[in-house]
T-cell receptor
Framework: DSGVTQTPKHLITATGQRVTLRCSPR?????VYWYQQSLDQGLQFLIH???????AKGNILERFSAQQFPDLHSELNLSSLELGDSALYFC??????????FGSGTRLTVV | AQKITQTQPGMFVQEKEAVTLDCTYD???????LFWYKQPSSGEMIFLIYQGSYDEQNATEGRYSLNFQKARKSANLVISASQLGDSAMYFC???????????FGTGTRLKVLA
């Protein structure tokens, strides 16, 4: 157990639907990062939050949004889902510096 | 722009042998970090080793070592005494000072043969 908890582990949904992925960072970590891993794009950085504030944005679609709550957990909301959104979504957390710890991921399948 | 290149899509190694996974990077930043992660078939990302750009010594973590050649911008992972459990996808990644997002390579799939 890495200490970063992601729920759910698996999610199957239909095109056009909306889903929420949840991440609880490791205790004491203020930063949360979201990554998408797909077969065609590889591992792509989506967004970074630090202590509730958005710090950096990567290749995140406008249909996707995220937030970090006062208790430091984070949610990634994906809407108007398309088949191409099927991927493994990782959350990672860190306290300072470079190194961070990944959660076990949420595997999203859009059918 | 920053970039990580892993040129070996797949590799085989005999059990108990050593193997080197290649990684080259491109950045204009002076301060950066280099990482290797292992992703087994179960999907989780497991941190293996870290090298800072100002570290003069090559990083080592158990059977893992990072062969850091700054002038050549390479950060190869060496796994000694390979085990069957080392069969997995391996990703090289880079992060720069001021932004803690990682840029990942495309990965190398390693298969250890008994």
């Amino acid at each position: 157990d890495s200490g970063v908890t992601q729920t759910p582990k698996h999610l199957i949904t239909a095109t056009g639907q909306r889903v929420t992925l949840r991440c609880s960072p490791r205790s004491g970590d203020l930063s949360v990062y979201w990554y998408q891993q797909s077969l065609d794009q590889g591992l792509q950085f989506l967004i970074h939050y630090y202590n509730g504030e958005e710090r950096a944005k990567g290749n995140i679609l406008e249909r996707f949004s995220a937030q970090q709550f006062p208790d430091l957990h984070s949610e990634l909301n994906l809407s108007s889902l398309e088949l191409g959104d099927s991927a493994l979504y990782f959350c990672a957390s860190s306290s300072a510096g470079y190194g961070y710890t990944f959660g076990s991921g949420t595997r999203l399948t859009v059918v | 722009a920053q970039k990580i290149t892993q040129t070996q899509p797949g590799m085989f190694v005999q059990e108990k042998e050593a193997v080197t996974l290649d990684c080259t990077y491109d950045t204009s930043d002076q301060s950066y970090g280099l990482f290797w992660y292992k992703q087994p078939s179960s999907g989780e990302m497991i941190f293996l080793i870290y090298q800072g750009s100002y570290d003069e010594q090559n990083a080592t973590e158990g059977r893992y070592s990072l062969n850091f050649q700054k002038a050549r911008k390479s950060a190869n992972l060496v796994i000694s005494a390979s085990q069957l459990g080392d069969s997995a996808m391996y990703f090289c990644a880079m992060s720069s000072s001021g932004t803690y997002k990682y840029i990942f390579g495309t990965g190398t799939r390693l298969k250890v043969l008994a």
